[in-house]
């Protein structure tokens, strides 16, 4: 079961966030920013305080909780897609990157979409449900 | 925000067992490196000489500073899960690409962090001995401790230090 | 949008390995195979196709009319590579023949398959209308709320006005969202021919 999905943009702002099924506590459209934006910082610091010298580290992949799973996945350019799942779903890593498709094609190909800026486009919005409901979400 | 947590918060508050003051000064490079003590056992042969290191002054700076970022995204961490899943307790673990950082909380607030490398299973347990086993019986009932240890003082002794070196360097998938 | 210009988007992103690619206009105007735009780098230049029209424009009319024109230019020299290609390049004289000519031959060249419908209108004589129920240039496209008039495919239709024209049936032609069941993004390309070519339709019979 997938929980919720958030896109972060490299500036560590929320430009996407949904809910797909209850379990989780609802936050406020506030506490979603605030939670992107201490997301974005404490992946950052993650990478950083890696204890195997002399290599470098992503930032924080998987969080794993008593309730749900938090995946991240980053982007070259920076962007972060996240999402929370039922700590028994397998495969999240590839539901991520099929993600990262359709934010390609339904966001970035969009005319009407500004780059960094929160997301309101139908087609993603459709694409997203469905590829959702595609992995049994 | 995580970085400002750990500036603010020194890391002898989480040895304090008050989940969330931050006004417990403490002298700082004393509680770096009785922090990292607890906080920090590494796993793997290269980490443990790390660990072992960490008592030397050469690298006392870079200790202090780690172990301060170490406390804030733990405490960061474990405010947003919190958050999410309405239930106190609830952070586990995280893992990079390159290491995995395992989390408990005891229920007077003392954090336990362990890293290892990413594969390893949840340690959570292990932490939890770590604390009934060594801490409470050679920091908690030491007489010579002092309430609350301010500034890591009764947590850096010989026989934590030795049982806890002992007990993760013996643990299955120490070098596995 | 027609294969050559097409082919043209690609070879603007060659890269070293492949130099040796012969250009545009020293290629062999029948080879289409292996030459079509992938519907990426297509979807990225009518993106910004779009944002360059938007901010030159006042209003939705004023933006479809300016789309119109932008299709307007890929139809005239679409026409003629198309009637080029036909091995037996006869003249369409009559309605329906043109009209059959877009919904097949062009719509084929410009998106790999034929238009879903052909059909007349029903209420008015002089109208036609060319349905595709998955248009490939919208395929990305969503338009916010405040501009739900818009229709992008407004760049078809002044294609399909610019071949219409080419071949001697000037006629009015816009682009509709009419969405059916299983079809949210079908769109309709309505024709409204002039009055003389409905006249000469009737001295042809």
Redesign the interface.
């Known amino acids: 079961m997938i929980y919720s999905l958030y896109i972060i943009s490299k500036a560590g702002g929320l430009m996407y966030q949904k809910d797909f099924n209850e379990g ?2 609802h ?1 406020t459209a506030n ?1 979603y920013l605030v ?1 992107a ?3 974005h ?2 992946h950052a ?9 002399n ?1 470098t ?12 799973k938090l995946y991240c996945f980053q982007t070259l350019t920076g962007t972060k897609f996240l999402i ?1 799942a039922d700590p028994t779903h397998a495969n999240i890593d590839l539901v991520l990157r099929r993600t990262y498709d359709v934010y390609s ?2 966001v970035m ?5 500004t780059p960094e800026m929160p997301i ?5 919005d459709v694409n997203i449900v469905k590829l959702i409901k595609q992995v049994g979400g | 925000m995580g970085s400002n947590n750990a500036g603010t918060a020194s890391a002898t508050t989480s040895m304090n067992g008050q989940p969330d003051g931050g006004d417990l000064g403490g002298s700082p490079p004393h509680s770096a490196a009785a922090n990292n003590h607890l906080a920090s056992h590494h796993s793997t042969t290269s980490q443990l000489t790390s660990a072992t290191s960490m008592f030397s002054d050469s690298r006392l700076v870079n200790i202090e500073e780690e172990s301060k970022l170490v406390y804030g995204v733990v405490r960061t961490l474990r405010n947003l899960v919190n958050k999410l899943s309405g239930n106190q307790d609830g952070f586990i673990s995280y893992r990079t690409s390159n290491y995995k950082l395992h989390y408990y909380e005891t229920q007077t607030g003392l954090k336990f962090v362990i890293n290892t490398d990413p594969s390893t299973e949840s340690l959570r347990p292990v932490l939890r001995q770590i604390y009934t086993n060594f801490f409470v019986e050679y920091v908690v009932k030491n007489p010579l401790a002092p309430v609350g240890h301010p500034g890591g003082e009764g947590v850096n002794n010989e026989y934590f230090k030795a049982a806890v070196d002992k007990f993760v360097k013996n643990l299955s998938f120490f070098d596995s | 949008m027609s294969q050559a210009s097409r082919a043209s988007v690609m070879s603007s992103a060659t890269d070293i390995r492949s130099i040796k690619r012969v250009s545009i206009v020293d290629r062999n105007l029948n080879k289409t195979r292996g030459l079509e735009v992938g519907i990426g780098a297509f979807a990225f230049l009518f993106s910004e196709m779009l944002q360059y029209a938007q901010k030159r424009v006042h209003g939705i009319q004023d933006l479809e009319r300016k789309l119109n024109d932008f299709g307007y230019r890929v139809g005239t020299r679409l026409l003629e590579l198309t009637v080029w290609r036909e091995k037996n390049n006869k003249r369409e004289t009559r309605v329906l023949g043109i009209l059959y000519f877009i919904h097949t031959t062009v719509w084929k060249t410009l998106f790999g398959k034929q238009a879903d419908s052909l059909e007349k209108s029903t209420e008015h004589e002089d109208e036609y209308m060319i349905s595709d129920n998955d248009p490939l240039i919208s395929k990305y496209i969503s338009v916010p709320k405040e501009l739900s008039q818009l229709n992008c495919n407004a760049f078809l239709a002044g294609i399909v006005e610019a071949i219409l024209d080419g071949a001697q049936f000037p006629s009015r032609v816009t682009a509709h969202s009419l969405p059916q069941d299983g079809f949210p993004l079908r769109t309709t390309i309505l024709i409204q021919l002039d009055k003389e070519i409905l006249q000469r339709e009737e001295q042809l019979k």
């Open positions: 989780l506590a936050l506490e939670f934006g201490t997301f910082g404490v610091i993650t990478s950083k305080i890696s204890p195997v010298r290599s580290s992503s930032g924080l992949e998987v969080l794993e909780a008593d309730s749900f929370i094609d339904y190909k969009n005319p009407f979409y309101r486009s139908e087609l993603f």
